[in-house]
């Protein structure tokens, strides 16, 4: 795991908190060398995935820090499931801002540490720096799945119903609730939400219902409009969603009971980003298989479908909606 060689209590950091997490795995090198090997599987797909957080672009600086590395490896983890992939482990890069002292990078590990247990990863290596500027963390995620099984988002056919997981605006509403814009909400309903940006859950008991049932995959990270956007695209297909059917939770129907205009709140939900669910499309007899499976995971809901042509249609009760902002855009 490289470091910069005049960085302050650097080897400190990764002997003390990092090494712990490689859990002793032959893969990791013992966090003494400046690479990880990863062995080959007979019949499987490496799958990777990396994404990269920033204060005050993907968390505010007042997020706990055992959250943020848990959203961290939770987002990547997401991206896996989507594709129908194992969790299998990661790599870790750090540059630590001014403010993470030595507390500061104990929560951090202790919430990897935390999630490594619950999901079944830990780390190979990685690279720990400092920054003048505000933190940033970047985290790349191996998993395995079947040779040639991977869910692409381009294989979807015209006539695939669309599904998503879970439910979908939580995210937007708690970016919203952590810096305080959702006082008229109950705080229970607050509290919900706020959790929800914070910490994610990616469906990753999907990942094999995914797998043998889906044609085409993608997490929603960007926005659901955006996201079935993008599948659309790949696939060559124009999708049809059905605002009314966008599933919401608890806090979200809470909120949305107090818009004035239910069609744009609903659109504002559905193009905000950061669910970290699954949308998907099948045929309409997997589309069953799957709804009936996932019951134990976590919901799909039907949300529309896929026909010939391009783009992406979105209706309120029959009626066709206009939007300019399809979900985040990255610059």
Same mark, same amino acid.
């Given at each position: 795991?490289?470091?910069?060689? +005049?960085?302050?209590?650097?080897?400190?950091?990764?002997?003390?908190?990092?090494?712990?997490?490689?859990?002793?795995?032959?893969?990791?090198?013992?966090?003494?060398?400046?690479?990880?090997?990863?062995?080959?599987?007979?019949?499987?797909?490496?799958?990777?995935? =990396? &994404?990269?957080? $920033?204060?005050?672009?993907?968390?505010?600086?007042?997020?706990?820090?055992?959250?943020?590395?848990?959203?961290?490896?939770?987002?990547?983890?997401?991206?896996?499931?989507? =594709?129908?992939?194992?969790?299998?482990?990661?790599?870790?890069?750090?540059?630590?801002? =001014?403010?993470?002292?030595?507390?500061?990078?104990?929560?951090?590990?202790?919430?990897?540490?935390?999630?490594?247990? #619950?999901?079944?990863?830990?780390?190979?290596?990685?690279?720990?720096?400092?920054?003048?500027?505000?933190?940033?963390?970047?985290?790349?995620?191996?998993?395995?799945?079947?040779?040639?099984?991977?869910?692409?988002?381009?294989?979807?056919?015209?006539?695939?119903?669309?599904?998503?997981?879970?439910?979908?605006?939580?995210?937007?509403?708690?970016?919203?609730?952590?810096?305080?814009?959702?006082?008229?909400?109950?705080?229970?309903?607050?509290?919900?939400?706020?959790?929800?940006?914070?910490?994610?859950?990616?469906?990753?008991?999907?990942?094999?219902?995914?797998?043998?049932?889906?044609?085409?995959?993608?997490?929603?990270?960007?926005?659901?409009?955006?996201?079935?956007?993008?599948?659309?695209?790949?696939?060559?297909?124009?999708?049809?969603?059905?605002?009314?059917?966008?599933?919401?939770?608890?806090?979200?129907?809470?909120?949305?009971?107090?818009? $004035?205009?239910?069609?744009?709140?609903?659109? &504002?939900?559905?193009?905000?980003? +950061?669910?970290?669910?699954? $949308?998907?499309?099948?045929?309409?007899?997997?589309?069953?298989?799957?709804?009936?499976?996932? #019951? +134990?995971?976590?919901?799909?809901?039907?949300?529309?479908?896929? $026909?010939?042509?391009?783009?992406?249609?979105?209706?309120?009760?029959?009626?066709?909606?206009?939007?300019?902002?399809?979900?985040?855009?990255?610059?």
């Amino acid at each position: 795991m490289a470091v910069e060689p +005049d960085s302050p209590d650097e080897f400190e950091t990764i002997d003390r908190l990092f090494k712990p997490l490689s859990e002793g795995a032959p893969e990791a090198q013992g966090l003494m060398d400046d690479v990880a090997v990863l062995p080959a599987r007979m019949g499987q797909d490496l799958v990777v995935t =990396k &994404d990269a957080i $920033v204060e005050g672009v993907h968390f505010l600086e007042t997020d706990p820090l055992d959250l943020v590395a848990r959203k961290l490896l939770r987002v990547n983890l997401s991206d896996l499931a989507a =594709k129908g992939a194992e969790p299998y482990g990661y790599l870790l890069s750090v540059s630590w801002s =001014k403010r993470c002292g030595w507390p500061e990078r104990e929560a951090f590990a202790a919430g990897l540490a935390l999630d490594q247990k #619950q999901y079944g990863v830990f780390l190979f290596g990685g690279d720990t720096t400092s920054t003048p500027g505000p933190l940033t963390c970047s985290l790349t995620a191996f998993g395995w799945i079947p040779h040639g099984r991977v869910v692409s988002r381009g294989g979807a056919r015209s006539g695939d119903l669309i599904l998503v997981s879970g439910s979908i605006g939580d995210g937007v509403l708690g970016l919203a609730a952590s810096r305080g814009e959702l006082s008229a909400l109950e705080p229970a309903r607050v509290e919900a939400l706020v959790k929800r940006y914070r910490l994610p859950e990616p469906r990753v008991t999907m990942a094999k219902l995914v797998r043998e049932n889906a044609s085409a995959s993608a997490d929603v990270s960007d926005g659901l409009i955006a996201d079935v956007g993008h599948i659309a695209e790949a696939s060559g297909l124009r999708a049809m969603i059905n605002l009314e059917a966008v599933p919401l939770s608890r806090a979200a129907r809470a909120w949305l009971a107090k818009r $004035v205009d239910p069609a744009e709140a609903l659109l &504002d939900l559905a193009s905000g980003g +950061d669910d970290y669910e699954i $949308v998907c499309c099948a045929r309409a007899d997997r589309a069953e298989t799957m709804i009936r499976v996932a #019951q +134990d995971h976590g919901d799909l809901t039907v949300i529309g479908h896929l $026909v010939e042509g391009e783009g992406v249609a979105v209706s309120y009760m029959g009626d066709p909606m206009r939007f300019q902002r399809a979900g985040w855009r990255h610059r």
